[in-house]
């Protein structure tokens, strides 16, 4: 068997979700059209990677957005030699050339396709991305189509994506939730020129891509002139405009360790989720160490928190609406113990059982 996934060239909740699969199956080669091993999880170094003709570019490998119009071709050429494949994909693995059976793990139907302005943000009726989006667009919905079709089974990370798998491709999925990976007994490393800001914790916090659909500059701007800080990991397209506009009591950490991520979540008061999530693994990273989220009332937290227990939503992805939240929040109004039970649910070790046996179950209908 192998495990396909679109590229690994970043820090997100997809590549985590690869890394589990690749612990589940050690063996199992991973087959991806970029791989980029400075910009993703060091862990992929341990792992037998195969890739696209595109990974010859380097250009590509730091901003594979920049391959869109490649991909799909890149995507049919790259061979799969496998019995079964896993494909984790949110819009180019599913159609890498296999003769095997394929079980697609969905993080949700490409969303530059199917959910183009939300992907690019409020100006993207007048972008030149939006633009050459359109043109491309016949091509590639074709492209996706026959890729999603040519599939044995569907797995959606989610409610949400489940739903819009049935919109998009007219295919029934089940829900498999990626699980959370933290470790809250390794080792915390403070982040350098952050320690007199982060001081002994009780900062608000945003583990977040820097990108237009995740609302970031709203949370960001709803800080400003709170006597409350803000520390936001990830990076991202926006980063530069991000680190110009933000008040002096939020701080952009960018790219960091594992370990200084521990070092963030362990000291924070709390967790904002302003964005639109397929999945939103975040809330979730934030329970595993007792803490809270105020995150958006959509998507996949509707399937992660629970409202009163784990976290509080709020209705729309406004600095006003963030603001508010925050000015309420009391952190003695939680119990991290009940936040703690309550992620157990989304354990590694329940997520492996369940793709183990779904795996198995293909490998029996291809030789019964």
């Not at 990273?285 to 996949?300: C, F, Q, R, Y």
Request: glycine share 6%; with cysteine.
């Amino acid at each position: 068997m192998a495990i396909a996934h679109d590229y690994l060239t970043q820090r997100g909740g997809a590549e985590r979700v690869v890394l589990a699969m690749h612990r589940a199956f050690p063996d199992a080669t991973i087959y991806t059209t970029l791989y980029d091993p400075d910009g993703t999880f060091p862990e992929f170094r341990s792992a037998r990677i195969v890739t696209s003709a595109l990974n010859r570019f380097a250009v590509l490998r730091r901003h594979h957005r920049a391959a869109l119009p490649l991909l799909a071709t890149a995507a049919s050429a790259l061979s799969v030699p496998a019995d079964v494949v896993i494909a984790s994909t949110s819009g180019w693995a599913h159609g890498f050339a296999t003769e095997g059976k394929v079980l697609v793990y969905c993080h949700s139907p490409a969303r530059w396709l199917y959910l183009a302005e939300q992907y690019l943000g409020r100006a993207a009726r007048r972008s030149v991305q939006r633009a050459a989006l359109a043109a491309l667009k016949p091509h590639l919905v074709r492209w996706d189509r026959r890729a999603a079709w040519g599939a044995r089974r569907y797995l959606a990370n989610s409610t949400v994506v489940r739903d819009r798998i049935a919109r998009v491709y007219g295919v029934e999925a089940d829900i498999l939730h990626p699980p959370h990976s933290v470790d809250v007994t390794g080792r915390r490393d403070p982040m350098c020129e952050l320690e007199d800001f982060v001081g002994d914790g009780g900062h608000f916090l945003i583990v977040s891509r820097l990108l237009p659909y995740k609302n970031v500059d709203r949370a960001i701007e709803a800080f400003r002139g709170l006597d409350e800080r803000l520390l936001v990991v990830g990076t991202g397209p926006l980063a530069r405009a991000l680190q110009a506009a933000r008040p002096s009591n939020v701080r952009l950490a960018g790219l960091v360790t594992d370990a200084q991520m521990r070092w963030a979540y362990a000291s924070a008061k709390a967790l904002i989720a302003p964005s639109h999530e397929d999945f939103g693994i975040t809330p979730l990273e934030a329970g595993a160490w007792g803490k809270p989220t105020i995150a958006l009332h959509a998507g996949g937290y509707l399937d992660t928190i629970a409202e009163g227990v784990t976290g509080t939503f709020i209705e729309r992805p406004t600095s006003e609406a963030i603001r508010e939240a925050v000015l309420a929040f009391r952190e003695e109004d939680w119990d991290a113990l009940a936040i703690r039970e309550h992620v157990h649910r989304f354990s590694e070790e329940r997520f492996r059982e369940r793709l183990c046996a779904e795996v198995d179950a293909m490998a029996r209908r291809r030789t019964g």
